[in-house]
């Protein structure tokens, strides 16, 4: 039996969706991306075969004890499940006080059954009969070994008067009414999903909404388990709860389209379950844009605001390392079932030969133009871009601010030209032995391989080149082609332009980007034909 749903999207042809019994789809998304409506068109689907579980409804208990009788039960649910499926149920819920009775019904219902029917077996005599109903466990067993598992150190039970009660670390039972909201929760969805026909299609939306992850993540997960006689939709904020169940299908939510007030159409994408990317990769395309770039670095580091600002329509995500970035790109970019992702790559140039260079280009991953990000933050063109916005404040020239933040910074850095210089050569040194590294021939023929590299020469000569650059006073020069970030010069340039920090400095280059687009030009400028690359997409 399968679930066929049709997602209308914009300007393409409508995405097709089939969901099998035993299987289970999360649908993921940020606020305001239309989930809740896809949710409800899901729903009015398959009216008469789905039930909608939804964290963000009433989940208080009037009572601990049934309070319908057999005919109001069967009433109300036939009128909930005829106003689920109005679109108006994706934000208002006119059975919320009645929700938590039923479940409170069936749970008790659902033991009565399994009672009844043992009783009968043993009635007639089929103590064979009896034995194999018994094995097979009671709801509420059930929710209590899930709950366990799940974390939530709570006992459910029905006493007396058809009472659900709940007892914590072996304490006096109490109403299960005076359970907390995510202990609440956590019992109302395990049982909704564990009392429904076989054959249901479960919708649960945002369960995540009052439990944590730790809780929310082990007993959905459970609960699949269980019923395998049934589908499942899950909608949430949520990314790890896609990775933590490798084997569903994530349909990825960007945004809607509306028409007045109902919405006609998705931006979405399906991630098969067979995919063939790892579970990090996995996790970076999880809500991820269309477009992703990799860089390197972390999340506090200089390049992901700067990268942010330089290419504000796709989805830029920090890798510790040029190898992270270059798996990434590659792993994207080789997995057929993602055709709908396009993956870039960013990394420093860290004097990179024009091969290297090429080789990463061909692979979709481009090497700045210079050393590292700092030599985009500090040019000169964006110092003097800095000290004329400086300027314009205090009154004073811009000219003797630059000239200032020069000097100071040419004096800083001239003391560690042997130290840079040797870490300007490190990469040349190891591409070379690279280049002398044997292959399968040389190691066949057994032949003796000698490689010597003059170390001490070239590193001389680095240091000739960077201390002609201190003598002509090339700033630009030191600041493109050498780690200056392990200098004082960086707060030389920032404190002689007028500001107390780096941080203080580096900001004020963001709000720069942030206003003028011609400084953001210059700055896409070091990206080489990227920026036109990422439009054509």
Request: aromatic residues 6%; glycine residues 4%; contains cysteine.
């Amino acid at each position: 039996m399968s679930f066929i749903f049709t997602i209308p999207k914009p300007n393409g042809s409508p995405l097709p969706v089939a969901l099998d019994i035993g299987q289970c789809l999360f649908i993921l998304g940020a606020n305001g991306t239309g989930k809740s409506s896809l949710m409800q068109m899901f729903y009015s689907a398959h009216h008469g075969k789905a039930q909608r579980i939804s964290a963000h409804r009433q989940t208080w208990f009037s009572s601990s004890s049934i309070n319908l009788s057999p005919a109001q039960k069967r009433s109300t649910e036939t009128n909930i499940s005829n106003s689920d499926a109005n679109s108006e149920s994706r934000w208002k819920d006119d059975y919320a006080a009645h929700r938590p009775n039923i479940t409170i019904y069936d749970l008790i219902d659902a033991e009565n059954i399994r009672a009844r029917n043992i009783a009968g077996a043993v009635d007639i005599g089929d103590i064979d009969l009896a034995k194999t109903l018994s094995k097979e466990d009671a709801p509420i067993k059930i929710i209590n070994e899930l709950l366990r598992l799940s974390n939530i150190p709570i006992e459910i039970s029905v006493k007396a008067n058809e009472q659900v009660l709940a007892s914590k670390s072996g304490s006096a039972p109490y109403s299960v009414a005076e359970l907390s909201d995510g202990e609440r929760n956590a019992l109302l969805i395990a049982a909704n999903v564990l009392t429904v026909a076989p054959g249901t299609l479960l919708l649960v939306d945002e369960p995540e909404r009052h439990l944590h992850r730790s809780i929310i993540s082990p007993l959905l997960t459970l609960l699949f388990a269980k019923r395998l006689d049934c589908a499942f939709v899950v909608s949430t904020h949520d990314v790890m709860l896609p990775l933590d169940n490798p084997s569903a299908r994530t349909i990825l939510i960007r945004g809607c389209t509306y028409s007045g007030t109902a919405v006609t159409s998705w931006d979405a994408d399906v991630v098969p379950s067979e995919s063939n990317v790892d579970e990090e990769l996995k996790k970076d395309i999880l809500g991820a844009r269309r477009t992703l770039l990799f860089i390197e670095g972390d999340e506090r580091s200089l390049d992901n605001p700067l990268y942010s600002l330089a290419f504000p329509n796709v989805t830029v995500i920090s890798k510790k390392s040029c190898r992270d970035v270059d798996h990434a790109v590659s792993g994207i970019r080789s997995a057929n079932e993602l055709h709908w992702l396009r993956a870039f790559g960013i990394v420093d140039n860290d004097r990179r030969t024009p091969d290297e260079i090429s080789r990463l280009r061909d692979k979709g991953v481009y090497a700045v133009s210079v050393y590292s990000v700092e030599s985009i933050y500090y040019h000169p063109t964006i110092q003097r871009k800095l000290a004329i916005r400086h300027a314009s404040v205090t009154g004073e020239d811009e000219t003797a601010l630059v000239d200032a933040a020069r000097s100071a910074a040419l004096s800083a850095v001239a003391p560690h030209a042997q130290r840079l210089s040797e870490r300007a050569v490190e990469k040349t040194l190891r591409d070379e032995l690279d280049r002398h590294w044997p292959k399968q021939a040389d190691i066949s023929a057994g032949n003796p391989i000698c490689i010597e590299i003059d170390v001490a020469a070239k590193v001389t000569e680095e240091v000739g080149v960077f201390n002609q650059a201190i003598d002509e006073k090339n700033l630009e020069k030191i600041i493109n082609r050498y780690p200056v970030r392990e200098t004082p010069m960086l707060t030389e340039i920032a404190r002689n332009l007028g500001f107390r920090t780096r941080d203080q400095y580096e900001g004020a280059v963001r709000r720069l980007l942030m206003d003028d687009i011609t400084s953001l030009d210059f700055v896409r400028s070091f990206f080489g034909t990227l920026t036109a690359d990422v439009a054509q997409t």
